[in-house]
């Protein structure tokens, strides 16, 4: 059963923006917080940001701080929640699959991820 579905990534050129979106079960994830996290190409998957349930605290990789912004809607549907990553001044060093998760990410529930490629 797919608990979580990413979507948003693509081609951009360095210092351009990508908004990711996830759509996690309601079920799975009510009163979780959730997180993002990315793997390279040869590298370990590495943890982006994280948000709490509801909203107010918010967290980030040392690479990413003031870069990107997480935020999350709770109440968009009966069905799911939704998780947003915006990206701004991307990098090619941010080139990766990037996952949504719950915060600590359960082995379960890792989906397809979504690529992000930055061409410099």
């Known amino acids: 059963q797919v608990h979580v579905v990413e979507s948003g990534g693509g081609l951009v050129q360095a210092g351009g923006s990508l908004r990711l979106s996830c759509a996690a079960s309601g079920r799975t994830f009510s009163g979780f917080d959730m997180g993002w996290f990315r793997q390279a190409p040869g590298k370990e998957r590495e943890f982006v940001a994280g948000i709490s349930w509801s909203g107010g605290s918010t967290y980030y990789g040392g690479s990413v701080k003031g870069r990107f912004t997480i935020s999350r809607d709770n109440f968009k549907n009966s069905d799911y929640l939704y998780v947003y990553l915006q990206m701004n001044s991307l990098t090619p060093e941010d080139t990766a699959v990037y996952y949504c998760?719950?915060?600590?990410?359960?082995?379960?529930?890792w989906g397809q991820g979504t690529q992000v490629t930055v061409s410099a």
């Open positions: 998760n719950g915060n600590p990410p359960r082995t379960e529930d």
